[in-house]
């Protein structure tokens, strides 16, 4: 089929219910699957092979409910060469407004030999037979000698000439172990068209068990395929089948390679299609999955993110809004730079500048250190610890080491910076964070108690940040609050106590009235 802009439309042929669904491990009951057909339908693909119908009675009528209700794509349903076969299938897409019957046999000998106990002359006359009989239900019918990439060329062709002799319109080539190289796979499909005459539309369906689904289909398109068979994600059966998305953004991203060639898809609904199909059949799609990936658009060194800033195709070779990713994202973690820090903050509406952006961005550093990832949580959490501690740095942690148990007396051994000097101390407690306490109260001399101690997670999970809360007073009145923040629990309850103590000392050196300054629980 011609475009208006003279290219040829390749057919996008979707067996994510079929193919896709006979996955190790899925099954998908009629309500999921209705919910996968409508999103398919939406996403713009032109052909649903919605299932197998003989397969079971939740087949058949998962097929049945589809072709009722889905509107848009051709609703296809998959049958053997047995008239039952194609009868059962029939019945379960008659209600769709478009249908076809997609039937298959083997050719390979392997299969003839093993499986089927069929001789060649028996699976010919069987492929002409079911031909025959879906031809009696309608015009819209699909061929596929299964193993075809490990059958014998001149046999294979022979079936194929005699389906498209009694009307198959669609001749399907199917990789169906996974075992075809592109360049191969390409030539097989340029020689079938060779050979086979007649009106007929080349399909591809390759499977992955070399990792090259996507490449064989993207060689069979190039050699003349106008239809491709593909699933969300690239499920199916053992490694999957060949990732829609993927073929379809290759297509879509490289004009100037398939210059004659264009697919029909929303693109922007491919993200929400692969969550969906992620979510119903429990398969999870790896973090680096092309185009659909959660990582597919996330740059975490500061190279690539100070680029992408200036410029997003410095680093990307697609829009993410273009397949419904929304934009970029910027990870921040241990190889991120200051610009891509920066433009964080001030999307959390965060403008910070100078020293405290300098102070901010090295305690990120440290912190990205020991952990993986920092969230938007973590980073205010941070900006904030950061900004109350700025106002004064009488008092400063180089380093805490802490100790306890139950057969050890609590003890904390702590480096600080003293108005500029540095000072060990050490210390026993209650417990570590007590020992930590005390150790810090007799370097600095300040003398009070606690009144409030908070400690909660910013994020959640095992490697989430502490942030400690706490209120202090001391002898002689003055009622400070402090923030801390580490991914150790005693070292961000040591920072929250000497961002405390930092406010009384600044509040003595200024001469402030200490209790207009600062209440209890009020965390700067
Ligand atoms: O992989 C295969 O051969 C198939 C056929 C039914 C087309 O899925
Ligand atoms: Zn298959």
């Known amino acids: 089929m011609s475009t208006p802009d003279n290219k040829e439309r390749v057919v996008i042929f979707d067996t994510t219910l079929r193919d896709g669904e006979q996955s190790p491990g899925i099954s998908l009951d009629v309500a999921e699957k209705l919910e996968i057909a409508a999103q398919l339908a939406r996403l713009g693909v032109d052909y649903i092979e919605a299932g197998f119908p003989i397969a079971s009675q939740g087949d058949f009528e998962a097929v049945h409910a589809i072709a009722s209700s889905i509107e848009g794509p051709v609703i296809c349903g998959l049958s053997r060469t ?8 029939w019945e379960a897409i008659e209600p769709a407004a478009k249908r076809r019957i997609h039937t298959f046999i083997a050719t390979s000998p392997t299969h003839m030999e093993h499986k089927l106990k069929m001789s060649p002359e028996q699976v010919l006359a069987e492929a002409v037979s079911a031909v025959k009989r879906a031809r009696e239900y309608t015009d819209d019918v699909e061929f596929s ?9 001149v046999f294979m062709c022979e079936v194929l000439q005699a389906v498209v002799d009694h009307g198959a319109g669609t001749l399907n080539i199917p990789d169906t172990v996974g075992f075809a190289t ?3 796979w390409a030539q097989r499909i340029a020689d079938i068209r060779k050979r086979v005459s007649g009106d007929y539309v080349i399909s591809t369906h390759c499977h992955n068990d070399l990792g090259l689904a996507v490449a064989n289909s993207l060689a069979a398109i190039d050699a003349g395929a106008r239809q491709v068979e593909c699933t969300i994600n690239g499920i199916g059966e053992r490694a999957g089948n060949a990732a829609m998305e993927e073929i379809v953004m290759a297509i879509n991203t490289r004009p100037d390679i398939y210059s004659n060639v264009e697919v029909s898809i929303r ?3 491919l993200a929400r299609s692969s969550q969906m199909v992620s979510r119903l059949t429990g398969y999870p799609v790896q973090f680096n999955k092309a185009v659909v990936g959660r990582n597919a658009f996330a740059h975490e060194a500061g190279i690539h993110q100070h680029g992408v800033l200036n410029e997003r195709t410095t680093y990307e070779i697609m829009d993410p ?3 419904g990713q929304g934009e970029s994202k910027l990870v921040l973690g241990k190889h991120s730079g200051r610009a891509a820090f920066k433009d964080r903050l001030a999307k959390l509406g965060v403008p910070i500048q100078g020293d405290a952006l300098n102070a901010a961005f090295t ?11 920092l969230t938007d949580a973590d980073l205010e959490a941070l900006v904030h610890e950061e900004i109350g501690g700025q106002a004064e740095h009488a008092y400063e942690l180089v380093s805490v080491e802490a100790r306890g148990g139950s057969t050890t007396t609590p003890s904390a051994d702590l480096v600080l910076e003293i108005n500029g000097e540095t000072l060990e101390v050490s210390s026993d407690g209650d417990g570590m964070i007590d020992a930590c306490c005390t150790a810090i109260k007799n370097a600095t001399g300040v003398e ?7 400690v909660t997670s910013v994020t959640g999970g095992v490697d989430a940040l502490a942030d400690v809360t706490l209120s202090f007073e001391s002898d002689d009145g003055v009622k400070v609050a402090g923030r801390g923040l580490s991914t150790d629990v005693v070292e961000a309850s040591a920072r929250a106590f000497l961002s405390a103590l930092n406010k009384i000392a600044r509040i003595r050196s200024s001469g402030e009235d200490p209790n207009a300054v600062e209440r209890p629980g009020h965390i700067g």
């Open 82 to 89: 047995a008239h039952k076969d194609i009868d059962r299938c």
């Open 145 to 153: 000698p299964e193993d075809a990439s490990r059958s014998d060329f």
């Open 182 to 184: 592109p360049v191969e």
């Open 267 to 269: 693109t922007e609904e």
């Open 321 to 323: 809004a273009a397949v």
């Open 363 to 373: 305690r990120f550093k440290e912190l990205a250190d020991r952990k993986i990832q």
């Open 448 to 454: 009070g108690h606690l009144t409030d101690y908070l």
